[in-house]
Structure formats: C-alpha cells, structure tokens
C-alpha cells in the first residue's frame, strides 16, 4: 500500500535551533499537510499545501509541497521549548478518488533542551 | 481550543461492556472520520463517514460500530472488546469536495480523543 517516509525518527536541539524534517514517498500526491500532537491531545493542523512547489509560512514554521508532488519538508526557526511534540507530515494519493483518505508518516518525535 | 469534541475524554471498561465514544463538529463539514492511535505512532483509519453514509470501513472488527446521526455527530459503539483494543480513539472532520475539481482533498481537522483502556 501506500507509504510516507518520514524522517527523522526523532530529534534532541537546543533551544534557539533551526529544525527540519521530511516524507518521501514513491507515490504521486495531491495534498501535503504537517501536524503536531502534544500528548493526551489529537493532532493539530500546522500547514496545508495543494501545489507542487508551493511554499508556505505559518510564523516560525514553513513547508514545501515538493515539484515532483512525492515530498514535502517542515521547517522550524529558532526553536522553543512548547515546539516539543510528535510531528507527523500526512498526504492525499493522487491515486485515491473519494473519501480524503489519509496516509500518515511515522512521526518526528521533537525534543527542545532550555 | 478544538472544533472537533470528542467525549469522555477518559473511559475505562472491561471486556463484557458496552458503551459509546461520542464527537460533535460545528464545521458544517460532511466528512467525518473515526482513528485508532497506539502511543508514539500514526492515527490509524477505521471508518469513513461522508454525507452521513458510511464510505470506508478499513476492515475493523463488528466489535466496533460506528454511526452517523446526523452532519454534527458521529458515535462510536463498543462491545466486547480485547485488551489490545486500548488506545487514543480520534474522531476528525474535514470539508467535502476538494479545491482543484478533483476528489477530497481537504485537511482533517482532529478532536482531542477518548483514552481507552480495556480491562
């Protein structure tokens, strides 16, 4: 089936640090979205993205919808410490026709050091 | 603050009961969504809800079933369940219809989950 690589697996920063991860996949897709989820929360929605090359912003945040639609990246400037979190990237397969199904990457586990 | 409520935020149940995991959206969408979610890993996909009828069923067990009342609501019955049947259960709702023409291809926006444990 279809699948989001996404990397890293987890990151250790000092507070002040830039961060970045990403998904790859082999598949085509329509959509690219980023989620944080603190724990004993759901997911919340960060950023959307719909075309290939776009690049978007949302304050210390920005990702790309990468121009061969099967990547996208996260980008977070100077990282605090409430940026901890579990980051899952999620995508829409040009391939699916009804539904929105979701595929989710595995997660970037984030951890920020004062 | 979530649009998407979920309740009990917390349920605690043991194999032979039956009980319901409930979510509400005031989005006006009509897609809804029911997930499974294991600690440290992706939400799962259960069920599919779109114009209130049931889309996508990824081949979960009857001891779950869901229902759709109306556009607000969807509810999550539970019976018999197993131990390994604890988790974070994540209810979403996104928009209908995507923007360039095409199939759904609008973002899920997730509740905050009912934790539950088997005993």
């Known amino acids: 089936g279809q699948q989001l690589n996404q990397s890293p697996q987890s990151m250790f920063i000092q507070e002040g640090e830039d961060v970045s991860m990403n998904c790859t996949s082999s598949s085509i897709f329509n959509t690219w979205l980023w989620y944080k989820q603190d724990p004993g929360e759901g997911p919340v929605l960060l950023i959307a993205l719909y075309k290939a090359g776009e690049l978007t912003s949302n304050g210390r945040l920005t990702a790309q919808f990468g121009i061969t639609r099967k990547d996208s990246f996260l980008n977070i400037s100077a990282s605090i410490p409430s940026d901890v979190g579990i980051y899952f990237c999620a995508g829409i397969p040009i391939s699916y026709n009804q539904g929105g199904k979701l595929i989710f990457g595995q997660g970037t586990e984030l951890s920020v050091k004062p | ?119």
């Not at chain 2, 229902?67 to 999550?76: G, I, Q, R, T």
Request: charged share 20%; hydrophobic share 30%; with cysteine.
């Open chain 2, 1 to 119: 603050d979530t649009e998407v409520t979920q309740t009990p935020k917390h349920l605690v149940m043991g194999m032979t009961n039956k009980k319901s995991l409930k979510c509400e959206q005031h989005m006006g969408h009509r897609a809804m969504y029911w997930y499974k979610q294991k600690a440290k890993k992706p939400p799962e996909l259960m069920f599919v809800y779109s114009y209130e009828k049931l889309s996508i069923n990824e081949s979960v067990p009857s001891r779950f079933s869901p229902e759709c009342p109306n556009s607000s609501l969807l509810n999550l019955h539970l019976h018999a369940l197993q131990p390994e049947d604890s988790a974070l259960y994540l209810c979403a709702s996104s928009q209908e219809g995507g923007l360039s023409g095409g199939p759904n291809n609008q973002p899920q926006h997730f509740g905050d989950g009912t934790r539950l444990s088997i005993l």
